[in-house]
Each structure stands twice: as C-alpha cells, then as structure tokens.
C-alpha cells in the first residue's frame, strides 16, 4: 500500500514522499524497510535516528530524514493499520454438524456455529455472528448480528447481545445474581433472579468475566463499552456508554456508572453506588460513597486525586516519622521531669 493511500485512510498529513510503498506498520524499534512506524510519546522521538523504517506518524512534523504523516491521534492511527495489515482470521460460515440446536432457533445469513456448540430452545442469531467451540447459549436468547462469541462463552438464558458485540474465552454472562436472605434458622434463602442482562451494541468483554443478571429487571452494560479480563459484576448493575472497565473490577448490586466512565484495575464499588459521567478511578480504589461526573479519585476509600496522592507521599514517611514523634515525645517528658523536680 502506497504511503499516500495510508495518509489518507487514517485522515494526516502527508509530508514526504508519497509514492513510498509500505508493506506493515510496526514499532518504532522493530520497523525496517517498508514499514511505518509512530511516535505517540515524546520521549521516543530521540528513537527515530536509529529507526529503519520508511515512514513515521507523529502529532506534528518533526525534524527526521524519514516521509511522516502529521495527525493529532497516533496511536489512534497504529490502531486502525494493525487492523488492515493484520486482519483478524474468520473461519468461513458454517453450522458444524457437531452443534446441537433446540427447538425454534433463527439463524441470519453466513452465521459460524463450531463443533460442540449448544443452542437453546428460541434463540434468535443474527447475520454473520460466530459462535466457537463449546460456546452455550441458554433458551430464549437473542445475539446480534457479527457479534463473536469466542470459546466456552457461555449465556444464561434470556440474555440479549447486540451487534457487533465480542465476549471471549470463558465469559459468562447472565449468571444468577448473589442473593440470599437469612431466615430465623440462620439459613441463607436463595432469592431467585428472575431477571436479565442486555449488552448493547459494540461492547467488548474479556475472558473470564462475569455479568450476572438482574434479580427483577436488568442488569445492562451500554454501548460501546469494553470490560477487560476477569471483571465480576453483580445483578442489577448499568453500565453507561463508553465507559472502561480494567481487570479485576469488581461491582457490588445496582450500582450504577455514568458514560465514560474509566474504573482502572481492582477497583472496588459497594452496592448502590453512583458514578457519575466521565469520572475515574485510580487503580486499587474502592469507594462506599456516590462519584460526581468528571471526579478523578484514588484509595481506599477513593478521595479526591489531589488529597490521594499526598497520602501516597506520606505513607513511606511514616516509619521515619513515628520514630521522630516517640524521640520528640521522650525529650518533652524529660523536659517536664526537670520542671516538676526544680
């Protein structure tokens, strides 16, 4: 592909030869001849005097021998050429014989089923979607079109995917939600969840998590939103638009998130929690306490990014500073020793 072409596919600036033909993107230590690279950081802009590669994308023209492609997005950039040099491989359309089917299944056009999938009883799949091997789908649910469901997926009955949505290797979604209620024995009583969950429309979920379904109602994860690996959340929970969920998330019941809203690694939410629209919180949060919109917060339990990182500061300094306060204390009881004595 001509460097021109690739220009203008990812919307920059061409400065430098345009006739350049490029055949892979790569990073900026691995190009060679016939890659473009990219600099999404400064700090790795000193890198480009040794870089092989043909071409660069940069966030502003840069002082280099090489043809570069000016636009604000790198990154955003590296993305979309991965994407075309390096597609993604689909298996052609097919129902293996080795799938089993219920009864009243509607499947769309070129739909992918592999060998020990199972259908339940009135499950509707949408055009182009592809379900991989041992992928369970319970009676009643409905998947959108190319949606892609990877290994041991596995869906609850009732739950609604919808277009374009991606779940891998052993997500389980629509799971029974955890409630119990004790009775005078002390016994725990299970409440049964009689609910869903809804995916929306480009939602991405990674392996090994789980969404369980609502008691009564919904729980529902919006569109566009993406949920790494091994992230639980609870029944009743929503999940506004756009929003990022990084591993080890966990959601307590009815919580509910805002659009955009970033929750980094092992963050923790008591039940009943809000966050509010484009807030964030540092990884190893936990809050028990609502979030306004555009907050940043970090700890445990979360405060403001400000205070947090002074407590971060501190904690260090708090051996050094204990032993100061015991010495100080010590030379302070002497002191009034000898005033009490005279």
């Not at 569109?223 to 690996?229: E, R, V």
Request: some cysteine.
């Amino acid at each position: 592909m001509k460097l021109e072409k690739i220009a203008a596919l990812v919307g920059g600036v061409l400065k430098g030869d345009g006739s350049i033909e490029i055949s892979d993107v790569r990073g900026i230590e691995d190009a060679g001849k016939g890659h473009v690279t990219f600099v999404a950081k400064k700090k790795l802009l000193p890198l480009l005097a040794e870089s092989r590669a043909d071409a660069v994308i940069v966030d502003h023209e840069v002082s280099t021998d090489m043809a570069q492609i000016v636009m604000a997005n790198p990154m955003l950039a590296f993305a979309k050429l991965l994407a075309v040099f390096h597609p993604e491989a689909k298996p052609e359309p097919q129902i293996d014989s080795r799938a089993a089917l219920g009864k009243n299944v509607t499947l769309g056009k070129d739909v992918t089923l592999s060998q020990f999938v199972s259908i339940g009883d009135n499950v509707s799949i949408g055009d182009g979607a592809i379900l991989y091997p041992g992928v369970v789908v319970g009676p009643d649910c409905r998947i959108g079109d190319d949606a892609v469901l990877h290994p041991n997926v596995t869906l609850y009955r009732s739950t609604i995917l919808g277009n374009r949505v991606i779940l891998h290797a052993g997500a389980v979604i629509g799971a029974d939600g955890f409630g119990y209620v004790p009775d005078e024995m002390g016994l725990h009583n299970k409440i049964p969840q009689i609910g869903q969950v809804v995916i929306e429309d480009d939602v991405e979920i990674g392996s090994n998590t789980c969404i369980d379904r609502a008691t009564m109602g919904c729980t529902t994860v919006k569109q566009g939103t993406k949920i790494d690996n091994l992230v639980q959340i609870a029944h009743n929970c929503t999940i506004g638009e756009h929003s990022i969920l990084v591993s080890q998330v966990g959601m307590a019941g009815s919580c509910t998130l805002g659009h955009h809203v970033v929750l980094a690694g092992q963050v923790g939410l008591a039940d009943h929690v809000t966050i509010g629209d484009q807030a964030v919180l540092a990884a190893q949060s936990g809050t028990f306490r609502d979030v306004e919109s555009k907050a940043v917060q970090g700890g445990s339990p979360s405060v403001p990014a400000v205070t947090w990182r002074k407590y971060v500061t501190i904690l260090p300094k708090l051996p050094e500073m204990s032993r100061k306060i015991k010495d100080l204390e010590a030379r302070l009881k002497a002191i009034e020793k000898r005033e009490s004595d005279s």
